[in-house]
């Protein structure tokens, strides 16, 4: 997580590996969240063809435990990841589990779980009472969209947000514990697909805890889920830490 030189050729390996430790942990996030949603998606959708009521706060309410389960199993084991190699490479592997009690805060990754449980949760009630509102025809066709690739797609961005988020909240959490990292530094994956003021915030350094000042807005880090949607949602920035 550390950045040695800030020449391109170093920013791109750095950018590459953290890109790469998030990508397990989106993969195994998506495969978990979609199949407990799809457990629950079955369930509801017997009742709905069956023709009996359904209880919607009932039903989210289950929703927030399953998912809650699922998403604080990920975003821990993300954090770990992190959190570690932000201890190894500032020569702290004795304290790499100090970080977690910083990072889970108000605020951290904490917060972070429950309010994605919370999101993913409402968006799927949503769904599924706008379906049962549907008449026969278009209800079934819309439960398979749900049941199928719908859910699948759902998953696959709720994890690629929330990893990354929890990268970020324990790479700082980290960060502040080693006593070591006076600046950071924002990385813009440049590949033509980033948005204009992702690609201007690039290189830009700031202290260890001031904020990053992106599209005229105050980000803490990148995909900092407190800056707008358009700041927030699909970032594939990250951030370089440079040791004192």
């Not at 006593?179 to 201007?200: I, S, Y």
Request: glycine residues 8%; neutral net charge; aromatic residues 6%.
């Amino acid at each position: 997580m550390f950045l040695r030189t800030t020449d391109d050729a170093a920013i791109a390996a750095l950018w590459l590996q953290i890109q790469t430790l998030q990508d397990y942990h989106e993969n195994e996030l998506t495969a978990s969240l979609a199949a407990a949603t799809l457990v629950a998606l079955r369930l509801i959708g017997d009742k709905v063809r069956a023709g009996l009521p359904v209880d919607l706060d009932a039903f989210l309410q289950s929703q927030v435990r399953d998912v809650t389960s699922v998403f604080a199993g990920s975003i821990l084991a993300t954090a770990d990841t992190f959190g570690q190699h932000v201890m190894a490479g500032a020569g702290m592997q004795e304290h790499a589990k100090d970080w977690l009690g910083m990072a889970m805060g108000a605020g951290g990754l904490a917060g972070l779980i429950a309010a994605a449980s919370d999101r993913y949760a409402t968006a799927t009630q949503l769904r599924v009472a706008k379906i049962i509102r549907m008449n026969e025809g278009p209800r079934l066709a819309a439960w398979a969209r749900l049941l199928g690739m719908e859910n699948e797609q759902r998953a696959r961005n709720a994890a690629a947000a929330e990893v990354h988020t929890a990268a970020q909240v324990s790479t700082q959490a980290a960060a502040e514990l080693t006593g070591k990292v006076q600046k950071r530094m924002w990385m813009c994956r440049l590949d033509g697909r980033e948005r204009e003021a992702h690609h201007d915030a690039h290189k830009q350094i700031v202290g260890l805890n001031e904020p990053y000042i992106v599209g005229g807005e105050r980000l803490r880090f990148p995909g900092d889920p407190r800056s707008s949607i358009h700041n927030w949602i699909h970032c594939r920035c990250a951030t370089a830490l440079i040791l004192r």
